[in-house]
């Protein structure tokens, strides 16, 4: 299995920043791709950004110019960078590490941070 620990969030005024960061321990050689979620009030969770092994990354439209995703292969870390925040970003935020598992696709996901826009 995967565990993933999250730190970061809180509360911030709209155009402000934060950075969101998820390290992942355990069985981490399967990890295929690290990234985020976050689910707003009322909404699905929905993926924000998302790094794979190659480097190649995946953004919700939302979030593409305004947030960064980055990957300490080594440290088998991610980070999530999130710049000129609106209202609409408000949500908790999950990190996320997909990959199979003894040949089985599976999905980790750490607690979640909450993460508040607002004045």
């Known amino acids: 299995q995967v565990q993933l620990e999250e730190a970061g969030g809180g509360s911030v005024q709209p155009g402000g920043s934060l950075t969101l960061s998820c390290s992942a321990s355990g069985s981490t050689y399967s990890i295929e791709s690290m990234g985020w979620y976050r689910r707003r009030p009322g909404k699905e969770r929905e993926v924000v950004a998302s790094?794979?092994?190659?480097?190649?990354?995946n953004y919700d439209p939302s979030a593409r110019g305004r947030f960064t995703v980055s990957r300490d292969f080594d440290k088998n870390t991610v980070s999530l960078q999130m710049t000129a925040l609106k209202p609409g970003d408000t949500a908790v935020y999950y990190c996320?590490?997909?990959?199979?598992?003894?040949?089985?696709?599976?999905?980790?996901w750490g607690k979640g941070l909450p993460v508040t826009v607002s004045a």
């Open positions: 996320n590490a997909q990959g199979p598992l003894f040949g089985i696709p599976m999905n980790w």
């Open positions: 790094m794979f092994n190659s480097g190649d990354t």
